[in-house]
């Protein structure tokens, strides 16, 4: 998520022709990112220059093979489609029953979006949700699951066992596995087990598996796999990106996949908002899904970082709790997350401070392997040092 500015003048958000202290921007929490920024300017006055693993944004190039179906379909005047083309479709499909073990999918089981975070965003709203519904999502959570439920005028609830969740009124489940921030994964016991309550109560279950490429001392398991959801796909929706997988998080490159009679839904109302991925991103992402070599280097690269990060974090007395898989390791040397994120800072060090992501995270940091190899190496040798 990166740092974002606005106008605030007599024309911008708070004084705006037409605008009022209703404005939908006064639901939303506070932007948390700028509070870094006193810690990043102490970073980036390191002598040897700042160090960031704050924000997971990818830094190592885009595949050739991606890069080449982009250019090559670069002379595409005509609007795309929000469906997108029956080739791209083939590849979602492809890709899901070959890596996630999903069965039987067909066309109408997938949909391309305009990145994940503005699915997340927007789902709420476009599943018609507002005043009275509840949105629930993990106590420590990516952000933009509270943002989503507050633009709809939606409840925004948090869980640690979605199962003892209260039912009524709840319209939508948010699971996250492989967890942003911790790297906890759910097992397939624990997934089972909340498909089936969803189903009972009648709530859309909805998982983020965006890092489901990348588990380390375990191996992820999706939604969509028959031995989850039973060979159904009925009230079940898994959300899957190729900004970390494929380094396109400039792309903008996401599908969601299950539930025909909700993505059909979706379908209707995306078309009539224009939510089309450009069509030399589509021809991109057929790309990426039917190779699966440069995935396999991407991994080995994040491998590297991850254990030389993790030693040299714990030989200066961090903790590393879950992180079995995702791109981030969530340490704590168990005082508050901005203790620890000034005292990296007078390194050159920047990392992201665990409250972002709910109050149960004020005594962690999050720290992404999205560094160079040689800023990781750096960071490695000062907190070695």
Known sequence: MASSTGPTGPTGPTGGAGLSGSSVSARLPVFPWDKLEPYKAAAAAHDGGIVDLSVGTPVDPVPELIRRALTDAADSPGYPTVWGTAELRDAITGWCERRLGAAQLTHRNVLPVVGSKEFVAWLPTQLGLGPGDRVAYPRLAYPTYEVGARLARAEPVVYDDPTELDPDGLRLLWLNS?????????????LTRTVAWAREHGVLLVSDECYLELGWDTDPVSVLHPEVCGGSYEGVVAVHSLSKRSNLAGYRAAFVAGDPAVLGELLHIRKHGGMMVPAPVQAATVAALGDDAHVAQQRERYAARRAALRTALEGRGFRIEHSEASLYLWATR???????VGDLSKLGV????????GTAGERFVR???????????AAVRRLES
């Open 178 to 190: 492989p967890s942003n921030p911790t790297g906890r994964v759910l097992d397939a016991e624990q």
């Open 334 to 340: 168990d005082e508050p997350c901005w203790d620890t």
């Open 350 to 357: 920047l990392v992201a401070p665990g409250d972002f992501y």
């Open 367 to 377: 720290v992404a392997l999205t560094a160079t190899d040689e800023r990781v190496a």
